[in-house]
Structure formats: structure tokens, C-alpha cells
């Protein structure tokens, strides 16, 4: 190595020695060793080098029984220069997986982060997928160890997407790799399609099982993310449970995370109980009037409860680090597994045309009896040339030249068994062989054939109880602001123009959070919105602050103001969807003479009766009439409104609370993700008034009704979720696990505030058919019995039974077994239609168009 650290001298004599060149070359030799040797996997079987050696060094000491993991450590340190805890670790991560390494002992828990054992105290072997699919001597490439004295492999000769199934994480020098692991099934489907030209996809399947997003998955390649959640189940109204965790969590951690964000506020809960063992299960108690619903919300905004995964799919590939998607690190593995399988049989055709070689040659020369004139021949030279001579009229029988070797065995075959030749055997031998390899070139010339059957014996084998864990789903976006628990007081001092959670000793506005933001009107017409703060002068005489919900269409401001310009006034109606924060809004005309006269915000756009008053003028008569509210229409903020009078206003009176002037609000329900919404997405449940409620039957025979609010969760047992019309009976077909018999009933729910089961409470029991139509039909198919095949039945339910009373057993349909219950198009029937609000557009606003850099939609901005 060329030395460039120029020394120096000092006059006292001693040497200087300059650092910069040993830094430029060394370190990035340090680099370069870290990304290659430690950090990064390799293409060719997945493995890092230190796993890669304790692979080997457990198949050297692999006799069948377990070997302590100490002994495997120190057996593998001939290999790997690094340590005992390095190697150590690296096993209890491998052994964790549960493909490669059978473990016994305690080997930590991935879902709780116990640590394992101490390596002197738990075992391990190799697996029988590791022995199958991992090792190949006869193929494997060989390289001197560290010190010289061993052998190791430079590659395992893997013959199965090994990475990719295990995945893998580290951090070198200047680049990582985080590569997520995926299904073992899925992972043999997608090579057995790739083998047949069919495309494939693939996406990670976590051994913490959880629910996962993959939208932003970009099979793997760097940039690409996943968002994995816990899954959050309600056991009762104060009561959550989680039972999966996401990805790269622990119970501890998550339960961390938990009681870490109801210190900071972001939510409430009584307390946590972690009562995982072989399963997760995390207790999760509320306080009383909490929303359970709300919570989970909550849980997956502000702790570990949802996660964010960004994969890098870095290997070694021709000794540089490469970055790749996750189908092309499968397609190669496939076809390294291929050209694997290829030298197998390469190798095995070889060795079977050896076999028959040596049968063929021993059988001539037995046969013949050229071992009889041995004694005339004193030297190996002239009898080779004996033998040489004497099989030189089979040649043309033989696959290959006779060698030497090939004699010298000849010659060392006991005499004993010259002397039990069997003919008959020796020929039953050779044809086997010659059908062995047959059988092998067959497997040769149809070799993508023979890879795929290669990956369907690996499924069939292996594949028992490694069905996919995490479940797929698109996730719904929360926004926090709407999830947050309010964990302080807002405090308004309407003629100072202050807003604030630190004025407590002025006026009490209500509970906020600390991510809130405020909507805040004036006198003067103004309208602002700002986030909350300790104390934040607005402007003085405030008439109106609360918390600002972003896009809410359905609460409406009331208005009467007067125009100072004028001195007329006018009324109007309007809500307030998208804003830019700290921005003032001029919601009336500016004149030092404006000022609003009347103000309310109603949250489901109510609209009031008010009485106006007039001042006494000359010969005005009339001084005093009512105004309501939901004569005027919902419009911009922007517009100037509806004329009140042209005289002065001495005051207004509140005569009459009004009711809700909007339409009903339609609601969807979304499968994919499992929520209700206003955005048109999934099906369509109906439309809802305030009072309206939805009706949901599961799968389990559970009725209930409630509020269709937007914060629900919903799981995958949902039989029928639509809109509840209290007169419409609800048709069921069950089976009675107690009478072993299938009874027909209908009823309607009585009691809109209990959850009711509607099948008997035997474990047996089983619902079969639920319809919530007004005249539903059925299909019932029978089971054979004895061979013979009962006709289909066709039911009626209208006409089978009465409605009765929802505890009711119901009437018996059948005494014969019924192995399916199938729905069939109901008759039809002229439902009640409710008449809908007409929307009426109104007038046109008045006012210009908004500004390009306006952000609320169609509503126009007010200009004067």
C-alpha cells in the first residue's frame, strides 16, 4: 500500500506524522467493508455474511439433535471475525423468524421485546425447510475463512425468494437497507407466476400481524412508504382492546406511547393493562362519556398505534450495492433458483451416467470372465492391456472411453462376490438407472416445468399455517383536530378583544386542545381565525369565539347587520368551510358606521325567529315585526344579504328557537376502509336527519341501532348496515345449536337503545339468513343425505311467519339438515318515500369574485 503520510522533523528531533492521506484512503475502505461485509444482504441467497456463517457452521455441526447456541457461536467464530455477540444476536434473529432455525428454549418474544437467554441456555438446529432449500454442497462456491484454516461458502446455493421472505434491516456507511418481509405462500405464487409469464404482485405480511396500507408501497423501491396500524376492537363502552401491533413495535413500546400521549393530553384514558402472552391482548379503559370510537381514532393519530414504514430494498450485487423493487429481487431469486436446479441435475445426470457406466463395464467383465486369465499377467501395465483388449468389442456399448480407474476397480472386486453375480439383478440395476436418467434428462429439457413443480412441493410441504397475518386495508385520514381530546379551557375578553387559554379569570368559551385552531367574529363585522395560543389580542368587542371546524358545511351564522355607508340593514346566512389562518375577513361593508346587530352560530343550521325593533320616526308606523331566519338562504359568507329595513334598528329580540333548515345529510359507506362518509364513496345508506338512526345486524345474530356518526369503526362481520325504519320487519333463518333445528322468524326493533341478540344463545347456534326488505326470499339448500339430493326450497317470509317479538324462537322451516341458505331477489314492494327539501340556489351574490389566492372553494370574498 502506497504511504501517504509524509513525516517531518522537528528541530527537537522528533516526527510528525500528517493524518489526511490515511483518512481519504481508510476510511472509505472502512465504508466499502461495512456496506459488503456486514450491513447490506446479498442477492445471491439473502443472507449477511454473519448470518451466511451461522447457517454453515449449523449445518456442520448438524447431526439431527439440538446444539446448545453457545456452541454454534463458538463454532461459527472460526468463521466470522467479529465476536460472540454479534454472532449470538444475529442467531436469536434468525431463530425468531421461525423458517430457517428450530429452536428450543426461550428465545425472547418479538411481540413484548423480551430479550432471549443466554446462548449457554437455549438449542437450536437447522429446520427441515433449511436443509431442504439452503444447502448444496455440489454446487456451492468455496472461499479460504478469515485466518485461512476453513472453508466457507461464498453463496448458499438458496433455491427459494429467502429474503425476501425474512426480510432484513441495517445501516452501513452512507446508505441502509430496510427490507420488509413478506408472505412464505404468496412469495411461491408470485414465482410460480413469474415462471409462467403471468404478472405477480407483492406486499409485506408482518409476523405482528396488524392491518397495513399499501396505496404508497411502490413494490418496495426506495420512496415508497407503508402505514400499518394495530387492530383496535371494542369490547364494551369503556373498554378497547388491541389485540395486533404494528410492525416494529412492541407491546411495551406501544403501551409507552399510550401513556405518554395522555400525559401531553392527546387523549383520555383511566388506564392501560397488558395482558399479552402467546397472543397480544392490551387493555385499553376510558373514562366514563368517553367515545370509544373517537379513541381508536385518537390512538392511531397520536401514538405508535399507526406507524409509517419506509422500505429500501438495497442488496450486494457483483460486490456494489444495488437498489431494487421488490419483483425484481424475487425475479432473480427465481432465476438463481433455476440455474441452481440446473446444476443439481447437471450434476446427478453425471453421476447416474457414472453409476451406469461402472455397472455396465463390472457386468462385461464378470460376464465374460476376463478375471480368469489374471494369473498370467505380473504387472498392471500388461494386464490393462489385457483388459483393454478384451472390452475393446463393447466399446460401442459404453458411454464414455474406459479409463484406469475404471480397471482398477475391475481388478479390486472380491472374489466372493465375482462368485454371487446375479445377471438378472445387475440388469434390473442398470435398467433403473437408465430410467433415473431418463427421468433427469426429462427434468433438463422441461426445466421451467421442473422449477415450478420444484415451488409447489415447497408449498405443499411448508406452506401449512403460513397464511397471511397482516391484513390489507386502505386506511380513512384522520385529522387530529377532530380526534384530540379538549385538555384545556379557552377564555374570551370580549371588550379588550383578547382570546386566550391563559385569561381565567376572564369569560369561559369551552374545552380546546393545544393543536385547535379559533374562529373569531367582531362588532365590526370582521372574522378571524388563528390557532389557539396562551393569549392573542383579536380585536375589541368580540361577539362571538369557538372552536374552528375545518370543511363543517353544517354549521350556519346568522346575521342582521348595519351598513354604515347606508345606514341600511340587511340579514343573512352563511357558513364558513376553508379559511387561510391569520387572515382578516370583512364580512360586512367597511364604514366606521358598520356594525353587526345580531349574531348566532348554529351548529345544524338552525334558523330563529327574531323581533326588530325600530326607532320612533316622524310618522313611521310600523315600528316592530318578526323575521325568520329560514326565509333567507345559506350563501357565501361574501354576500351582502337580504335588505331589513332602510330606518335605524334600536334592538332585536330573540322571539323563537328554530329548527334545523338544512337538507338531510346523506351518508356512504365505504368497504375498503370500513367507514361512513359524506363524500360519495361506497354505498350509499340513505339520507339522515338529526334524529335519524342506522341499523346493523352482524354476522354473530347481534341487532343493534345507532347514531350514524362519521368516528365509527366498523369490523368485517357487518350482515346488513342501512338506514333504520322503525316499522320495517327484519326476516331471520337460523339454526338451533340446542333443537338441532333451522326456525324462521321476524320481528322489529322495538328498543332503538339495546343491543340485542337475535338467535338463541347456544354455541352451536348459527345464523343462516338475515334481511332487513319488506317481502325478502330465500333459497334453501338441503344436504345429502344417503346419496340422495333434496330439491332446493323457496321461501317466502312474508308468507312463512308473522312478525312477532324479537325474543320470539320463531316457526320451525325444516326437520331435514340444511347445509346453505342463499338470498334471493325480493319481491317487490311501494315503500313510503319521504319528500326532500328542494335546494333552492337563491339569488346570485352581489359581491365580486374572490382573490387567486382565496382558498374557500365557491364562496365569494366581500369587497366594497
Known amino acids: 500500500m502506497e504511504d501517504n503520510t509524509p513525516q517531518n522533523t522537528t528541530p527537537q528531533g522528533d516526527s510528525i506524522i500528517k493524518v489526511t492521506g490515511m483518512y481519504q484512503d481508510w476510511f472509505l475502505d472502512y465504508a466499502s467493508y461495512v456496506i459488503l461485509e456486514r450491513a447490506v444482504p446479498a442477492i445471491e441467497d439473502g443472507f449477511k455474511p454473519v448470518q451466511r456463517r451461522i447457517m454453515h457452521s449449523l449445518k456442520e455441526l448438524d447431526d439431527g439433535r439440538y446444539n446448545k447456541v453457545a456452541n454454534v457461536v463458538g463454532n461459527t467464530m472460526q468463521y466470522h471475525p467479529h465476536g460472540d455477540a454479534s454472532i449470538g444476536d444475529a442467531i436469536v434473529q434468525i431463530g425468531q423468524k421461525d423458517l430457517l432455525i428450530d429452536t428450543q428454549g426461550n428465545w425472547g418474544n418479538i411481540l413484548t421485546g423480551d430479550d432471549a437467554a443466554a446462548p449457554r441456555y437455549i438449542e437450536a438446529r437447522l429446520s427441515k425447510f433449511a436443509l431442504d432449500v439452503v444447502f448444496s454442497p455440489k454446487v456451492t462456491e468455496w472461499q479460504s475463512s478469515y485466518d485461512g484454516r476453513k472453508k466457507e461458502p461464498i453463496s448458499l446455493p438458496v433455491k427459494f425468494p429467502l429474503l425476501l421472505a425474512q426480510g432484513t434491516e441495517g445501516i452501513a456507511v452512507g446508505l441502509s437497507t430496510k427490507i420488509l418481509p413478506h408472505n412464505f405462500i404468496e412469495l411461491i405464487e408470485a414465482s410460480i407466476a413469474y415462471l409462467k409469464n403471468k404478472p405477480f404482485e407483492l406486499y409485506p405480511d408482518f409476523p405482528t400481524a396488524g392491518i397495513m396500507d399499501v396505496s404508497g408501497y411502490n413494490d418496495g423501491a426506495r420512496g415508497g412508504r407503508v402505514r400499518v396500524r394495530a387492530k383496535i376492537s371494542q369490547l364494551d363502552k369503556s373498554t378497547l382492546c388491541i389485540t395486533e401491533i404494528p410492525f416494529t413495535t412492541t407491546t411495551t413500546s406501544l403501551i409507552d406511547s399510550i401513556l405518554k400521549a395522555n400525559e401531553k393530553g392527546k387523549i383520555k384514558i383511566k388506564k392501560v393493562d397488558d395482558n399479552t402472552a402467546a397472543n397480544v391482548e392490551i387493555l385499553v379503559h376510558l373514562p366514563n362519556g368517553t367515545s370509544p370510537d373517537k379513541t381508536i381514532d385518537a390512538l392511531y393519530a397520536f401514538t405508535a398505534c399507526e406507524t409509517a414504514i419506509s422500505p429500501i430494498t438495497c442488496v450486494i450485487e457483483d460486490n456494489k450495492p444495488h437498489f431494487l423493487t421488490v419483483s425484481e429481487v424475487l425475479r432473480r431469486s427465481t432465476d438463481r433458483t433455476v440455474s441452481l436446479l440446473k446444476q443439481e441435475l447437471e450434476i446427478e445426470l453425471s453421476e447416474l451416467e457414472m453409476q451406469w457406466h461402472s455397472a455396465s463395464l463390472e457386468k462385461i467383465f464378470i460376464r465374460e470372465e476376463m478375471y480368469i486369465d489374471f494369473k498370467n499377467y505380473t504387472d498392471r501395465e500388461s494386464l490393462y492391456e489385457y483388459l483393454y483388449q478384451r472390452f475393446e468389442p463393447f466399446k460401442k456399448d459404453l458411454i464414455r472411453e474406459i479409463t484406469d480407474d475404471d480397471l482398477a476397480k475391475l481388478t479390486q472386486i472380491p472374489m466372493i462376490r465375482i462368485t454371487r453375480f446375479d445377471s438378472y439383478k445387475a440388469d434390473e440395476n442398470i435398467l433403473k438407472i437408465e430410467a433415473d436418467i431418463e427421468e433427469v434428462k426429462n427434468h433438463l429439457a422441461n426445466l421451467i416445468d421442473y422449477a415450478i413443480s420444484h415451488f409447489e412441493r415447497l408449498k405443499k410441504t411448508y406452506g401449512k399455517g403460513r397464511e397471511r397475518k397482516t391484513e390489507m386495508r386502505v386506511f380513512d385520514t384522520i385529522e387530529a383536530t377532530k380526534v384530540v381530546v379538549r385538555n384545556t379551557k379557552l377564555y374570551v375578553n370580549r371588550a379588550e378583544g383578547f382570546v386566550g387559554t391563559g385569561l381565567r379569570k376572564d369569560e369561559y368559551v369551552g374545552d380546546c386542545s393545544d393543536i385547535d385552531d379559533v374562529i373569531v367574529f367582531t362588532e365590526s363585522g370582521a372574522m378571524y381565525v388563528t390557532k389557539v395560543s396562551d393569549k392573542q389580542y383579536i380585536e375589541k368587542n368580540i361577539i362571538h369565539v369557538a372552536v374552528f371546524k375545518k370543511d363543517d358545511k353544517r354549521t350556519v351564522y346568522n346575521m342582521i347587520y348595519k351598513d354604515g355607508q347606508t345606514g341600511f340593514s340587511y340579514i343573512k346566512r352563511f357558513n364558513v368551510t376553508g379559511i387561510t389562518r391569520d387572515k382578516k375577513y370583512e364580512l360586512i361593508p367597511q364604514h366606521k358606521e358598520s356594525r353587526v346587530l345580531y349574531f348566532t352560530a ?263
Do not use: C
Open 602 to 864: 348554529n351548529p345544524n343550521g338552525e334558523a330563529e325567529v327574531v323581533t326588530v325593533n325600530l326607532r320612533q320616526l316622524g310618522t313611521l308606523r310600523k315600528l316592530r315585526w318578526d323575521i325568520d331566519f329560514a326565509d333567507t338562504l345559506i350563501k357565501g359568507r361574501g354576500v351582502k344579504g337580504n335588505l331589513v329595513s332602510k330606518y335605524a334598528i334600536k334592538r332585536i329580540e330573540l322571539k323563537e328557537k328554530g329548527v334545523s333548515t338544512l337538507k338531510p345529510r346523506k351518508i356512504w359507506f365505504d368497504n375498503i376502509v370500513k367507514r361512513l362518509n359524506t363524500e360519495e364513496r361506497g354505498t350509499l345508506l340513505g339520507a339522515f336527519k338529526g334524529d335519524d338512526r342506522m341499523l346493523l345486524i352482524t354476522k354473530e345474530g347481534v341487532v343493534k341501532t345507532i347514531i350514524p356518526e362519521l368516528s365509527l369503526h366498523f369490523e368485517n362481520n357487518i350482515a346488513v348496515m342501512e338506514k333504520w325504519v322503525p316499522e320495517k320487519p327484519i326476516s331471520v333463518i337460523y339454526y338451533d345449536g340446542e333443537k338441532e333445528r333451522v326456525f324462521v322468524k321476524r320481528f322489529v326493533v322495538e328498543n332503538e337503545n339495546r343491543e340485542e341478540l337475535v338467535i338463541t344463545e347456544h354455541p352451536k347456534s348459527q345464523l343462516l339468513f338475515v334481511s332487513a326488505d319488506w317481502r325478502p326470499m330465500a333459497e334453501v339448500v338441503f344436504t345429502k343425505e344417503k346419496g340422495k339430493e333434496k330439491e332446493n326450497l323457496i321461501v317466502n317470509l312474508e308468507e312463512f311467519i308473522s312478525v312477532k317479538g324479537i325474543k320470539a324462537l320463531g316457526n320451525q322451516l325444516t326437520t331435514d339438515k340444511v347445509k346453505t341458505v342463499n338470498t334471493l331477489e325480493s319481491l317487490p314492494y311501494e315503500e313510503p318515500q319521504e319528500e326532500e327539501p328542494v335546494e333552492d340556489l337563491g339569488d346570485e351574490e352581489i359581491v365580486p369574485p374572490p382573490s387567486e389566492n382565496e382558498s374557500d372553494g365557491t364562496q365569494t370574498e366581500l369587497e366594497f
